[in-house]
């Protein structure tokens, strides 16, 4: 190991040590001041390298047992979370996906209509999770649904991961990654963070039907849909232009593949049970995620995916262990009060800024803070009501404060590779490595900002007023 | 590139720190011993919340929440605590309490309380008992509304009080508090 490895090795754990022992701050318990030295600790050590994220999160949870800062049961607690389990299977049926053939055949089709070149794929996924997102109300569940398609797009252009050839599939991953945030915006019902947020506001005395929503999100959602293939292109070159020839080699070659297998037939109707389970689950009162384990079920029954593929999903349980942990420790910072503390003192301490800057600094501060988060509905809940009054309180038209902070819970999941469940099975697909994840999603979530707040912000204080 | 890549982290973790600035111990103004001193403030909090129904409209339910209660005012006892409150709610007969507050120290102040728990009228009334540390014999009173309660992921519960005005004899603002 090089001294330069060694010291940036060192980095994380000074920075750990710096925070422990600074005093703690008046108004935190030493448990949560200490919770955060950790986690920020962690997180440090992937963005200047030093760790894996696996490495990093197994460290700090052994850190925070070990020392007392919090309870086993606590620390472990997100190996039995919902949404993370729900991001475990969905990555295990897309692997059947593609085993099937399935994927194959999916991802001809989508290469003979839009495969004449990387950027037209990545419309089509990007406006194809547009279209289907008011149906869905858990955006992870969609992105259940997405994963499957990219990955065999991208194998099935010869891209895989962990090789020379990964750019076009990590291109096509973060596009759909970043696309899912703002595809959440763009609709009410398309995360189940929106209704939570819309509570709120209209305990503010705003209320925002689905019409309301779709009119002050359209002009700034469908310009960041349109411009999100073109940035990540700049940020991350797929490095595959124009392939012309691609889609009638690709219709002939579908038409080479003949009529659907068996396991294909019982993976598509499992998949599509699924999607109607997922998109019908509110109303029929089905558990998103058990509907992902009965159809795991159904295909393992069908001997459609075997214990073999399973023993061969190593990447899985990587990321189900880092992601149980990061989860757990960004709910108890929330739980031990760090995030509503941060939260309020920043905001609280706002005062004297004309309605215009305040306006922009709430929001500003509102995307970055979600940083600290592994959940939207977790941040709406800590952090949006206090925002909301401060910015209300300080001269900002209601509605304007309303939507930028409803659009913002959406799209500054992709700040993290963590920042939203749906984003951790494109995550771990392995195309992207955790440096690339953190460098573009922060990137993107700057772009993101620019054109929520300076084109969206006018248009809705235009048609709101 | 290398630096874009961080900002964002470095920009949060900058904003964190600013919020929690060092844990200063200036002294508050001086009052005379024995007088009320006023605060005010805000709490969110989160936990669980178990109901059961006690038949036709009438429920049950037991709630544990956790959170931070930040204080304004020239009485305030401290700039915030954890505040922790364990409770039981009857949609007939009101919510009754206890709660512990718990500064960076470690030291804390008991208190009870008392409200009609209701979506209609959720004042809840809060009477401190006693402390610990810096605030051993403090006694006092405060009040408070829930601006929402609702559910949240895998069952937990998130509430956002506010109105909340308090006063108290004895605490630390009157020789010098925590601000």
Not at chain 1, 116 to 134: E, F, M, N, Q
Not at chain 1, 211 to 233: D, N, R
Not at chain 2, 49 to 60: A, K, V
Not at chain 2, 96 to 105: F, I
Request: aromatic share 10%; net charge neutral.
């Amino acid at each position: 190991m090089t001294t330069g490895m060694r010291i940036k090795r060192a980095v994380p754990f000074a920075l750990a040590l710096g925070i422990w022992f600074f005093p703690v701050p008046a108004g935190l318990t030493a448990p949560a001041w200490h919770l955060f030295a950790v986690f920020a600790a962690a997180i440090a050590s992937v963005l200047i390298n030093a760790f894996p994220l696996l490495t990093a999160s197994m460290l700090a949870v052994g850190a925070i047992v070990l020392t007392g800062t919090i309870k086993p049961e606590q620390a472990y607690s997100g190996f039995a979370n919902s949404s993370v389990l729900l991001v475990v299977i969905a990555f295990i049926v897309a692997q059947a996906v593609v085993k099937s053939g399935l994927g194959r055949r999916v991802s001809l089709f989508m290469v003979s209509r839009f495969g004449g070149s990387s950027l037209g794929l990545a419309y089509s996924i990007v406006l194809t999770d547009a279209a289907i997102a008011p149906a869905f109300p858990s955006n992870t569940a969609r992105g259940g649904v997405l994963y499957p398609i990219v990955l065999a797009v991208a194998k099935g252009a010869g891209s895989e991961p962990d090789s020379e050839s990964r750019y076009l599939g990590g291109y096509l991953m973060f596009c759909s990654m970043a696309g899912l945030a703002v595809s959440s915006a763009l609709w009410m019902t398309a995360t189940s963070a929106n209704p939570v947020a819309l509570q709120i506001v209209q305990q503010a005395g705003l209320e925002i039907d689905f019409g309301k929503w779709l009119l002050a999100s359209a002009v700034p959602s469908l310009v960041a849909i349109a411009l999100l293939p073109l940035i990540v292109g700049r940020l991350f070159p797929p490095r595959v232009g124009k392939t012309p020839e691609a889609p009638a080699a690709a219709r002939k070659e579908l038409a080479g593949m003949g009529g659907m297998s068996r396991d294909e037939w019982i993976t598509a109707g499992t998949f599509v049970l699924m999607v109607a389970g997922w998109i019908f689950g509110n109303r029929l009162n089905l558990n998103t995620t058990s509907v992902a384990f009965m159809g795991f079920g159904v295909l393992l029954f069908l001997n459609v995916i075997t214990l073999d593929d399973i023993t061969k999903q190593g990447d899985t349980l990587v990321t189900f262990l880092w992601l149980a942990v990061l989860f757990a420790m960004s709910a108890q910072l929330n739980e031990l009060g760090f995030m509503g503390y941060v939260g309020e003192r920043l905001a609280s301490g706002l005062g004297g800024l004309s309605w215009t800057s305040l306006y922009v600094t709430l929001i500003v501060l509102y995307v970055l803070i979600h940083y600290m988060f592994v959940s939207q509905t977790s941040q709406v809940l800590a952090l949006f009501s206090v925002f909301l009054d401060v910015g209300t309180k300080g001269g900002v038209p209601l509605p304007l404060m309303a939507f930028g902070l409803l659009f913002a819970s959406s799209y500054f999941s992709v700040i993290t590779p963590q920042g939203g469940s749906q984003n951790i099975i494109f995550a771990a697909s392995g195309y992207l490595t955790q440096r690339e994840l953190y460098k573009l999603g922060g990137l993107i979530t700057l772009a993101f900002l620019a054109i929520y707040l300076l084109i969206g912000s006018p248009w809705v204080y235009f048609v709101m007023r | 590139m290398g630096f874009l890549t961080r900002a964002p982290f470095l920009l949060g973790l900058a904003f964190a720190a600013a919020a929690c600035g060092p844990a200063t111990e200036s002294q508050g103004p001086a009052a005379a011993a024995g007088a009320d001193l006023e605060f005010s403030g805000s709490w969110s909090g989160l936990g669980s919340r178990h109901t059961i129904s006690l038949g036709g409209e009438r429920y049950g339910s037991i709630v544990d929440l956790k959170g931070t209660m930040l204080l304004t005012g020239p009485g305030r006892p401290g700039v915030g605590f954890q505040s922790e409150v364990i409770g039981l709610t009857d949609s007939a007969t009101g919510f009754q309490g206890r709660s512990v507050w718990t500064d960076e120290r470690g030291d804390q102040v008991y208190s009870e309380l008392r409200g009609e728990g209701t979506a209609a009228k959720n004042r809840i009334a809060g009477t401190i008992l006693s402390g610990t540390g810096r605030y051993a014999g403090m006694t006092g009173s405060y009040e408070f509304s829930w601006q929402w309660v609702m559910e949240g992921e895998e069952g937990a519960v998130h509430g956002r009080a506010v109105d909340l005005h308090g006063r108290v004899q004895g605490g630390p603002a009157a020789g010098g508090s925590p601000r």
